[in-house]
């Protein structure tokens, strides 16, 4: 940006005062706009390391999201994605998908069903990435698998598959992979061992009985 008068605007009067006072400003503007993407990108640090203690679930996600959206729109920084995810990884669906399917218990981390697999609701059942401890039940609340995952629903359909069957099932939030196997022994002592012989799973499943697996 020019900070002198061109020379065909020279005989303008007193044009030399106002481009020294726009040029100013634009400088002045300049390092505002980068002082608040430091403190934007502050918040979202912050809102990130919440969320990953525990304090901000996905629906609190979603408001920081339309906040920051709306501060972009304000203060004409224009888009706003790749900011965001820079800190925190979901976009506006998987935020809206998550929030969704948050747990339906009265304890806010649990979540039930009575069904088995093929009546399992994809949309109110743990996502994709949260990190679960589950118990299968079959016959009156008999356990018939205890597990945990971070793909609940591809894990359950693996054991469909594999020829297991249940009625009911529980699963519950954990904050990352090893709060996980610590919760599925907490559920172990809870329910007890899993019941082998109404399984039905093939002798040669891998994960008769335990089924701490992370994976789907």
């Not at 920051?68 to 224009?78: C, H, I, P, V």
Request: charged share 25%.
């Amino acid at each position: 940006m020019t900070d002198r008068v061109p020379a065909l605007l020279a005989d303008v009067p007193g044009l030399g005062d106002v481009l020294a006072s726009v040029v100013t400003l634009h400088r002045e503007h300049a390092n505002l706009r980068d002082r608040i993407i430091a403190a934007e990108d502050d918040y979202l640090r912050r809102i990130a390391a919440a969320h990953q203690a525990g304090q901000v679930d996905w629906k609190g996600l979603i408001s920081a999201y339309e906040q920051f959206r709306a501060w972009s729109k304000d203060n004409g920084l224009g888009t706003f994605r790749d900011r965001w995810e820079a800190h925190i990884q979901y976009d506006r669906s998987a935020l809206t998908r998550y929030a969704g399917a948050m747990p339906q218990g009265p304890d806010g981390m649990t979540w039930t069903g009575n069904t088995g697999f093929d009546g399992l609701d994809s949309k109110s059942c743990p996502q994709r990435g949260m990190d679960v401890a589950f118990v299968l039940f079959r016959g009156g609340g008999t356990p018939v698998f205890i597990g945990f995952t971070s793909q609940f629903r591809l894990r359950l359909k693996k054991l469909a598959t594999d020829g297991l069957i249940w009625d009911s099932w529980l699963a519950r939030l954990c904050d990352a992979r090893q709060d996980a196997v610590e919760v599925r022994r907490e559920l172990v002592k809870q329910y007890g061992e899993p019941n082998i012989a109404a399984q039905r799973v093939p002798t040669e499943s891998p994960d008769v009985g335990h089924g701490g697996s992370s994976s789907g």
